[in-house]
């Protein structure tokens, strides 16, 4: 059953505080859009659902680098994945691969819930971007026969062209494949160990089902652990345990199974964690399983560098408009001061602004691209220089703050889709009420790991220097 995601109390309020402020023209269909929806898309649905070779068969759609699935694609490649996909889902005589969700070992989690079976479908439909020399941009969409595996003839269609300010935007920022997670081009990160576990744990698991062993007791062999492995198999045997697969011994001489955990550092900043489960004894009926993930390394010798996330809850604590020094260069400005947004950032792993100019444009801060002004950090304050304001328009200005990693890269993600406050797009009314109820829609999984504050910039006069109290 496929169930709504609940809205979030930060996506409900931030959204409805910033749809009050928008009005506008909606936007154009750029020359990419026409493309995919009135050439690309009937192509491909009649293809798939006419075609001899295709009919009936079962295809996925993703997003390639080279000659493999990409664990961190762009977001370009990946809108237009999905809207394939969905395309293909609605089309009579079609079958699009079912996605298993990710092995969830919560309390009365039952082996029976574990997806074990092999990929079903027999071809991808693949997505690649490309920068061709410029601003000049290639969209290439293939058909790959995994049973061959080999690139299908005839069946390839691409784009060639400039990109909208939004689409290069989506084109330069990178997601994360999180079904993709675990390998050597996403490796887990410090303090996802019980993500890497859950993973190793479901190809354990799927192992032992295929297996007549009926919940064989077993043992985890910290002896023969390795550093930064030891937790990993502890966790693996707790998620066992849970699915009843297995029975915890309470020592190795009446085990049936011991599970060892092994770290091979690679180089660096890489290294495969390896778990094993072996028989206690020289047992024919007792199975013999290796299953590994790539992870990052920690320099030897020494732990993970600890979470910044400090105990207790996470908060914007103080959100306020200061006044800046900065360099001007001979008469090129008028003021040697300049206008920005100060943030005390208290457990905030990524720190995003969203601004509503006094005309509703939405627009949100990119520093890096819109510069040249900078982030700057003074202790745990964050000083955000404000871009210059037209008119004197009365700004609204969101800041917006991811407190883990899973939640940072959401944000990243979703905010991209924003104009940047250089760009000449315009983005009004019923564009933008789209494109934050999208934002909406991307958050909503991480409710209580976004913290937001929103303020009205006050008159000139009353903006104090950074550093007065």
């Known amino acids: 059953m496929i169930r709504a995601r609940p809205m979030s109390l930060f996506a409900g309020r931030l959204v409805a505080a910033a749809l009050m402020l928008l009005a506008g023209p909606a936007l154009a269909a750029s020359d990419l859009e026409r493309w995919f929806d009135d050439e690309l898309t009937p ?5 798939m659902a006419t ?31 999905a ?35 092999p990929p079903e479908e027999s071809y991808l439909i693949v997505v690649d971007t490309t920068r061709v020399r410029g601003q000049q941009v290639r969209v290439r969409v293939r058909l790959l026969d995994l049973g061959e595996r080999s690139w299908v003839s005839g069946t390839s269609r691409q ?3 400039p990109l909208q300010p939004r689409e290069n935007s989506r084109l330069e920022t990178r997601g994360v494949r999180d079904d993709l997670r675990g390998r050597r081009g996403l490796p887990f990160t410090a303090g996802q160990e019980d993500l890497l576990a859950a993973g190793l744990a479901r190809n354990v698991a799927c192992a032992l089902l295929a297996h007549p062993a009926d919940r064989p007791s077993l043992w985890v062999g910290a002896h023969t652990t390795q550093s930064g492995a030891q937790s990993v198999a502890t966790l693996v ?3 066992l345990s849970r699915l009843g697969l297995v029975r915890q011994a309470t020592s190795e001489a009446e085990a049936d199974l011991v599970m060892t955990g092994e770290r091979h550092v690679i180089d660096k900043d890489l290294a495969q964690i390896w778990i094993g489960l072996a028989p206690a004894q020289s047992v024919d009926e007792m199975p013999s399983i290796r299953a590994s ?11 993970p560098a600890p979470s910044p996330m400090p105990p207790g809850p996470a908060a914007l604590d103080e959100v306020r408009f200061v006044l800046l020094k900065r360099r001007c260069a001979g008469d090129s400005c008028e003021s040697p001061l300049q206008p920005a947004l100060q943030v005390r950032k208290v457990g905030i792993q990524r720190l995003e ?10 627009q949100r801060l990119d520093s890096q691209r819109c510069g040249p002004a900078r982030f700057a950090a003074d ?16 700004l609204t200005v969101f800041a917006i703050g991811a407190r883990t990693t899973p939640a940072a890269d959401a944000l990243a993600a979703e905010i991209a889709t924003v104009p940047a406050s250089c760009d000449p797009m315009r983005l009004q009314d019923a564009a933008a009420r789209a494109r934050l109820r999208t934002l909406q829609r991307g958050l909503g999984d991480f409710a209580d790991q976004i913290v937001w504050r929103g303020l009205r910039t006050p008159p000139a006069d009353e903006i104090r220097m950074a550093g007065s109290p």
């Open 353 to 362: 602004v969203l601004m509503v100019l006094g005309d509703g444009r939405l």
């Open 43 to 47: 192509w491909l649905t009649e293809t």
């Open 237 to 239: 045997a707790q998620y």
């Open 379 to 394: 202790g745990d304050l964050i000083h955000v220089p404000l871009p210059p304001n037209p008119g004197d328009q009365r």
């Open 293 to 303: 993930a790539y992870a990052t390394a920690s320099p030897p010798g020494r732990s």
């Open 51 to 81: 075609h001899p070779r295709f009919k009936g068969e079962t295809v996925r759609v993703t997003v390639f680098d080279g000659e493999d699935e990409h664990p961190r694609p762009d977001l370009l490649s990946t809108d237009l994945a």
């Open 159 to 161: 784009w060639s062209g």
């Open 83 to 117: 809207g394939l996909e969905t395309a293909l889902s609605g089309q009579s005589g079609v079958r699009v691969a079912w996605k298993p969700a990710p092995p969830d070992f919560r309390p009365g989690s039952t082996a029976s819930e574990l997806h074990c079976r």
